[in-house]
C-alpha cells in the first residue's frame, strides 16, 4: 500500500493551524446553516446561484445541440435544470428530460429531492431508474434520473433515445466507463438527431475537453432522416459551455507537518482537534472505504462519549455515508444535525461531488481512495487504496465553502500532496474489464471498437482481452461480430456477460431455476448481515458445502424460501433479509427477460430423489461453470506464506490456468476468508471475481469447485490436456 509515512513509524497529529481567524466571523453566536432551509420550496430554488442563469440556460440549450454546464457544487445544476427545462416546455408532447448520474445513490436522492421541490409522488412525474429498479410512470414521467448504466441499456430498444427530448449527462468529469461511452453514443446520435438536445454537467478541468469533443460545427452532417426537422431548424453545432459562479467562500487548507501511517487514528484526532475549538460546523472526513467508515464511527462515537463532561457547546454526533448504505440510514446523514448537535459525516469518495450534505464547514481529506485496477494480460482486477488526484482534493476541500468560510485538512503533509498526488485521475474505462461495454456496443452496432470515437481511447491490450474474454463465451464469432443467438441474447440479459452466459447455459441443461438464483444472489451487495468474522462464519457454515459459495447460495435461497420468506429466519440466521427480497425482485424480472428472449426454463433439483442428487447438482455446476470457466485456477503445493497478523498461515496458493504466458502464469490467487472455500483445497476451482488487495494477494471469491475435465469438455477452444506442462504440474 502507498503510504506517505512507512508503517511503524508513528508521529502525532499536527497542523500548524490556528482557528483565530474563524473567531471574529462567527462572532460567538451560532450563525444558522441551511438559512434556506425553513424558507417554502419554491423560494429555496428561487435562491439557487443557477436560478439567476435560468434564461441564458433555456436559451443556450433551445440554440445549441450540446450545453456544457460548469458549477460549484450545490449551486443547483442537478436539482433545477431539469425542472427549468420541463417548465420550459421540454416535456410536452410525451418527451422526457433525463438526468444520468454515476452512482445509484445520486439518481436516488436526488429524484426524491426534485419530486419534493415539484410537489409530487417520486415514480410520477418525477422517476427513477437504476439496474433492476425502476421508479417512473410510462406516460406520466417527465424527468427521469437514471444511472448512466441504465440509459445506455435503453439505448439497445430506442437507439435514438426518441423517448428524450434533453439528455442531461451529469457529473460528467467523473467518467465513469458508462458515462464515457454514453458521452460517444450521444454524439452519433446527434448526428441522426438534431432536435436532440445534451447538457452535459461537470467540473471546470473537464468542461473544455467536453466542449471540443461535441463541437461538430466543421463536420459535413449526413442526409437529414426524412421524419425529422429541416436542416434551417437544426441548433448550433457549437456547443455553448456556461459557467455558474457557486456560492462558495474561501476554504483554509491545512497539512500535517509530520506524515501519519495511520490516518484512521489521524482522520479521529483531526475531528476531535476541531471539535474541541468548540466553533460550529459540521464535519466531513473522507476515507476509502465502508470499514474504514464503520470503524472511524465507532472511535469518534467512544470520544464524544469521553468529551461528553467537557462543557463544550456541540455534542458529537458520527455518522457514515458510503455506496452500500441501507437507505435508513442514509436519511441521519442528509438531516440538518439539531441543535447543539455536530454531525460528523464519515464518508468515502461519493460524498466528493454527488451528493449534498449541507452545514459543512470542516473537511478531513485522508487524500486516499480505492482505486479499481485491471490488468489485462491477467484478466484480474485489483482494488488498492491509492492516493488521489489533486483534481479530486480539490473537489473534497470545495465541500468546507458551501456555507460560509471553511477549512480542509489535508491528512499528509504539503511536499508529499505536492509531489505524491498525480494532477488528474485516470478515466475507469482505462482501468477496468470491457468485455460487458465492447458487447453492448457490438449490439448498439458500433461494429469497429477502434474507430469509435472515444473521449480518450481505452488501451488496445484490454480491447484485445475483452474481445478475447468474448469470443469464448461465444458472444463473438471469428470476425468479431456479435453470433446469433448467443451474443444478442447475452447483450441482452441486464448482466455482466458471464452471468448471462451462464443463464443461456442454464436454459440448455434444464436448470434455470438453480442459476437464476445464483445469479440473483450474485447480484446484491451482501448476503451476510454484518457482524463480526467469526458470527458471520459460523452463520455460513450452516449452509456451506464442499462444491463451494455459489451452491451454498441455493441451500440460503431453499431455507429461507422454505421459511416462507420470514424476516424472523434471517434475522436469526445472520442472513440480510433486505438482500434475500431484492435478489428476490431480481430474480423475478430476470425470469422475465428469459421468456421474453423465448428460453426453456426448468429446474435440475426439483423433485430430484437423494441417490439422484448428485448428478443433479453436476448439471447445475456445469451451467455455472459455462459462464465462469475463463477463470480456473489450480491448487499449487505453496502453502501462502504469513503476511499480516490475521490467520493468513495456511492458505493455499492457486494458480490461474490459463496461461497466457509471464503475468497470467505468475498471478498467485488463494480464496478470500469470506469464501466457504477458505481452508478447503480442492484441486480445481472456478472463481466469479479475484481482486488484489492491499496484501498484495489476488483473491477469489464466490469460488465453485470443479472437475478439470469439464475445462476441456465445457471450452475445448480455450483448454487442452497438455500432461506435461511444468507450469500446470507444480
Ligand atoms: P449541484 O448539482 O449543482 O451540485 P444540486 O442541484 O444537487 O446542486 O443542489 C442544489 C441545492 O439543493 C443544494 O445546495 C441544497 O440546498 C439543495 N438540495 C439538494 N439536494 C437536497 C436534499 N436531498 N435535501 C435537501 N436539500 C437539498
Ligand atoms: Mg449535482
Not at 540 to 561: C, H, P, Q, T
Request: aromatic fraction near 6%; hydrophobic fraction near 40%; glycine fraction near 6%.
Amino acid at each position: 500500500m502507498a503510504g506517505f509515512l512507512r508503517p511503524g513509524e508513528r508521529a502525532p497529529v499536527a497542523f500548524g493551524l490556528s482557528f483565530d481567524s474563524d473567531r471574529g466571523e462567527a462572532g460567538g453566536a451560532a450563525p444558522v446553516y441551511n438559512k434556506n432551509e425553513r424558507l417554502a420550496l419554491a423560494e429555496q430554488r428561487r435562491r439557487l446561484p443557477i436560478y439567476a442563469h435560468r434564461t441564458e440556460l433555456l436559451y443556450l440549450v433551445e440554440t445549441h445541440a450540446t450545453t456544457v454546464v460548469v458549477g460549484e457544487t450545490g449551486s443547483g445544476k442537478t436539482t433545477q435544470l431539469p425542472q427549468y427545462l420541463h417548465e420550459a416546455g421540454w416535456t410536452q408532447g410525451g418527451k422526457l428530460v433525463a438526468c444520468t448520474q454515476p452512482r445509484r445513490v445520486a439518481a436516488m436522492t436526488v429524484a426524491a429531492r426534485v419530486a419534493e421541490e415539484m410537489g409530487c409522488r417520486l415514480g410520477q412525474e418525477v422517476g427513477y431508474a437504476i439496474r433492476f429498479e425502476d421508479v417512473s410512470t410510462p406516460g406520466v414521467t417527465k424527468i427521469r434520473f437514471c444511472t448512466d448504466g441504465v440509459l445506455l441499456r435503453e439505448m439497445m430498444s430506442d437507439p435514438l433515445l426518441l423517448k428524450y427530448s434533453v439528455v442531461m449527462v451529469d457529473e460528467a468529469h467523473e467518467r465513469s466507463l458508462a458515462t464515457d461511452m454514453l458521452l460517444g453514443l450521444l454524439k452519433k446520435v446527434q448526428r441522426r438527431r438534431p432536435d436532440l438536445r445534451v447538457v452535459i454537467s461537470s467540473a471546470t478541468i473537464e468542461a473544455e475537453k467536453m466542449a471540443r469533443f461535441f463541437d461538430t460545427s466543421n463536420v459535413r452532417r449526413p442526409r437529414a432522416h426524412a421524419e425529422l426537422p429541416a436542416e434551417g431548424a437544426a441548433p448550433s453545432r457549437s456547443p455553448a459551455l456556461m459557467s455558474v459562479e457557486g456560492r462558495t467562500h474561501s476554504v483554509q487548507v491545512h497539512y500535517l507537518e509530520a506524515p501519519t501511517n495511520d490516518y484512521l487514528t489521524a482522520a479521529v484526532e483531526a475531528a476531535v482537534a476541531i471539535h474541541r475549538e468548540d466553533l460550529p460546523g459540521d464535519i466531513l472526513i473522507f476515507l476509502t472505504g465502508q470499514d474504514e467508515c464503520e470503524t472511524v464511527v465507532r472511535l469518534l462515537e467512544d470520544e464524544g462519549r469521553r468529551l461528553q463532561r467537557s462543557k463544550l457547546k456541540w455534542r458529537l454526533k458520527p455518522v457514515a455515508l458510503y455506496a452500500g448504505l441501507p437507505a435508513a440510514h442514509q436519511l441521519g446523514v442528509f438531516e440538518p444535525a439539531p441543535r447543539g448537535v455536530r454531525k460528523v459525516v464519515v464518508a468515502t469518495n461519493i460524498a466528493e461531488t454527488s451528493v449534498t450534505l449541507e452545514g459543512i464547514v470542516y473537511v478531513v481529506d485522508s487524500c486516499f481512495a480505492k482505486q479499481r485496477c485491471y490488468n489485462p494480460l491477467t484478466g484480474l482486477e485489483s482494488l488498492l487504496i491509492a492516493p488521489i488526484s489533486k483534481a479530486s482534493a480539490a473537489q473534497r476541500a470545495g465541500r468546507a465553502g458551501r456555507v460560509r468560510p471553511g477549512h480542509c485538512f489535508r491528512l499528509c503533509t504539503e511536499e508529499d500532496y505536492e509531489s505524491k498526488l498525480p494532477a488528474t485521475t485516470v478515466p475507469e474505462m482505462q482501468r477496468s474489464d470491457l468485455s460487458g461495454a465492447v458487447l453492448q456496443l457490438k449490439s448498439l452496432g458500433v461494429d469497429n471498437i477502434m474507430t469509435f470515437e472515444w473521449l480518450a481511447p481505452p488501451p488496445a491490450e484490454t480491447m484485445i482481452r475483452a474481445l478475447e474474454t468474448l469470443h469464448a463465451l461465444g458472444a463473438l464469432d471469428l470476425d468479431a461480430r456479435l453470433s446469433r443467438p448467443v451474443g444478442t441474447q447475452v447483450a441482452d440479459l441486464p448482466l455482466d456477460p458471464p452471468l448471462a452466459r451462464m443463464l443461456l447455459a442454464s436454459s440448455e441443461l434444464g436448470c434455470t431455476a438453480e442459476v437464476l438464483t445464483v445469479v440473483a444472489m450474485l447480484s446484491v451487495q451482501s448476503v451476510w448481515a454484518p457482524g463480526g468474522k467469526r458470527e458471520v462464519d459460523e452463520a455460513k457454515a450452516r449452509f456451506s458445502v464442499a462444491e463451494g459459495d455459489l451452491i451454498s447460495y441455493l441451500n440460503v435461497w431453499k431455507a429461507w424460501g422454505e421459511s416462507g420468506r420470514s424476516k424472523k429466519w434471517a434475522v436469526a440466521h445472520r442472513v440480510m433479509h433486505r438482500s434475500m427480497l431484492r435478489a428476490a425482485d431480481i430474480r423475478e424480472q430476470l425470469q422475465a427477460h428469459l421468456r421474453r428472449l423465448g428460453l426453456r426454463q426448468g429446474s435440475a433439483l426439483e423433485g430430484v430423489s437423494l441417490l439422484d442428487h448428485a448428478e443433479a447438482l453436476t448439471t447445475v455446476r456445469k451451467a455455472l461453470a459455462a459462464g465462469m470457466f475463463i477463470n480456473a485456477a489450480k491448487l499449487t503445493e505453496e502453502l501462502a506464506v504469513k503476511l499480516s497478523d490475521q490467520q493468513d498461515m495456511g492458505a493455499s496458493v492457486y494458480r490461474l490456468v490459463r496461461s497466457a504466458g509471464g503475468d497470467a502464469a505468475a498471478a498467485k490467487l488463494r480464496i478470500h476468508h469470506s469464501s466457504v472455500l477458505f481452508r478447503c483445497r480442492p484441486q480445481w476451482v472456478l472463481f466469479y471475481a479475484a481482486e488484489q488487495n492491499d496484501s498484495g494477494w489476488y483473491e477469489m471469491r464466490d469460488v465453485l469447485a470443479i472437475e478439470s475435465a469439464w475445462l476441456t469438455e465445457l471450452a475445448p477452444h480455450m483448454y487442452r490436456l497438455v500432461p506435461l506442462n511444468p507450469q500446470l504440474r507444480r
